[in-house]
């Protein structure tokens, strides 16, 4: 029963992973569309940061699926 229940929580938090991905790259999109011409300092820092975001957060989903596809399947 308890490793059900941390299967199911481990399901639950990369799902939730996966959405945060998700709104990380909407939110890039937006900032870049919402400063397209423009090239201020503060344009290019909510760029970057936005980016930056995107960046770690795909990286936890790769380690995430990594670590996922290294472990044995259960019966």
Do not use: C, F, W
Not at 18 to 45: C, F, K, N, W
Request: cysteine-free; aromatic content about 2%; charged content about 30%.
């Amino acid at each position: 029963m308890d490793n059900l229940s941390r299967k199911n929580g481990d399901r639950a938090s990369r799902l939730e992973l996966i959405g945060r991905v998700q709104l990380a790259y909407e939110h890039l999109r937006d900032t870049m569309q919402r400063y397209r011409e423009d090239s201020r300092p503060r344009a290019r820092i909510a760029i970057a940061a936005a980016k930056r975001r995107l960046s770690m957060l795909n990286r936890a989903l790769a380690l995430l699926a990594l670590e996922v596809a290294a472990q044995p399947e259960a019966a």
